[in-house]
């Protein structure tokens, strides 16, 4: 059974949040104080946290944060439930390491979709250990039990999401993928097209795999379409180039 631990200190929503998870067959733990909150997921090491932002003497971002850099705790997908809802707070919730992102008020089933759906792509398999797709081409190698990368012989560690969204370009390289394929196949739903999750997670990837973020050469935005991975068919790097 899934243990998922639940950081909110509004106790109408954690009690709402925390019964229907375990009505849905999880066992659930809680707490309203996001200090005692990583504690709790450092002891427990649940499959999954659903995180508030707005916590006393600690906030949800910092938090989130601070399991990230922790190696106990930095593949433990995280969902932010919150009441702020504005773009730039969803940017820095990812920025802060978030998997998800939920806005209050929020309807049950949607949750509960969104923990299926982050369950079911950190099942330590990922989606592309499950199928016999494409997972080397020119200078890239994916490594699905390890969520790395081989980029040109160097091993690049990838967060589950990261992993996942190179994965779906990967099996369409040189092609546009739009982003209504990107959620559906590594959110695993369709959150009204949220375009500035996947833009958000494109910029982290291309930190670790362009020699030159700002100007990518290898994922590439198609204004208006998508995102396209074109690769090089041969894994020699270019005279010059460090990644």
Same mark, same amino acid.
């Given at each position: 059974?899934?243990?998922?631990?639940?950081?909110?200190?509004?106790?109408?929503?954690?009690?709402?949040?925390?019964?229907?998870?375990?009505?849905?067959?999880?066992?659930?733990?809680?707490?309203?104080?996001?200090?005692?909150?990583?504690?709790?997921?450092?002891?427990?090491?649940?499959?999954?946290?659903?995180?508030?932002?707005?916590?006393?003497?600690?906030?949800?971002?910092?938090?989130?944060?601070?399991?990230?850099?922790?190696?106990?705790?930095?593949?433990?997908?995280?969902?932010?439930?919150?009441?702020?809802?504005?773009?730039?707070?969803?940017? /820095?919730? $990812?920025? @802060?390491?978030?998997? +998800?992102?939920?806005? &209050?008020?929020?309807?049950? #089933?949607?949750? =509960?979709?969104?923990?299926?759906?982050?369950?079911?792509?950190?099942?330590?398999?990922?989606?592309?250990?499950?199928?016999?797709?494409?997972?080397?081409?020119?200078?890239?190698?994916?490594?699905? /039990?390890? $969520?790395? @990368?081989?980029?040109? +012989?160097?091993?690049? &560690?990838?967060?589950?999401? #990261?992993?996942? =969204?190179?994965?779906?370009?990967?099996?369409?390289?040189?092609?546009?993928?739009?982003?209504?394929?990107?959620?559906?196949?590594?959110?695993?739903?369709?959150?009204?097209?949220?375009?500035?999750?996947?833009?958000?997670?494109?910029?982290?990837?291309?930190?670790?795999?362009?020699?030159?973020?700002?100007?990518?050469?290898?994922?590439?935005?198609?204004?208006?379409?998508?995102?396209?991975?074109?690769?090089?068919?041969?894994?020699?790097?270019?005279?010059?180039?460090?990644?």
């Amino acid at each position: 059974m899934p243990r998922i631990l639940v950081i909110d200190d509004d106790p109408a929503i954690a009690d709402l949040v925390a019964v229907n998870l375990e009505m849905a067959g999880y066992d659930v733990s809680q707490t309203p104080d996001g200090v005692k909150g990583q504690a709790l997921a450092l002891q427990l090491l649940p499959d999954l946290i659903v995180l508030d932002i707005m916590l006393p003497k600690v906030d949800g971002f910092t938090i989130c944060q601070r399991l990230r850099r922790d190696q106990r705790t930095a593949d433990i997908p995280i969902l932010m439930l919150t009441a702020l809802g504005q773009t730039q707070n969803k940017v /820095e919730g $990812f920025n @802060a390491g978030a998997d +998800d992102y939920l806005t &209050k008020p929020f309807e049950i #089933e949607e949750m =509960l979709a969104r923990v299926r759906a982050l369950l079911r792509r950190t099942d330590r398999i990922p989606q592309a250990a499950k199928h016999s797709e494409i997972l080397s081409y020119g200078p890239l190698t994916l490594v699905p /039990e390890r $969520f790395e @990368a081989i980029w040109f +012989d160097e091993t690049v &560690k990838l967060t589950h999401l #990261e992993f996942e =969204l190179l994965h779906c370009l990967l099996q369409r390289h040189g092609q546009t993928v739009s982003p209504s394929d990107i959620l559906k196949e590594v959110w695993g739903y369709d959150p009204n097209d949220d375009i500035e999750t996947i833009r958000v997670h494109v910029r982290h990837l291309r930190t670790k795999i362009e020699p030159d973020p700002r100007h990518p050469k290898y994922i590439k935005t198609v204004y208006g379409a998508g995102y396209c991975l074109e690769l090089p068919a041969s894994a020699d790097r270019v005279v010059g180039e460090s990644a």
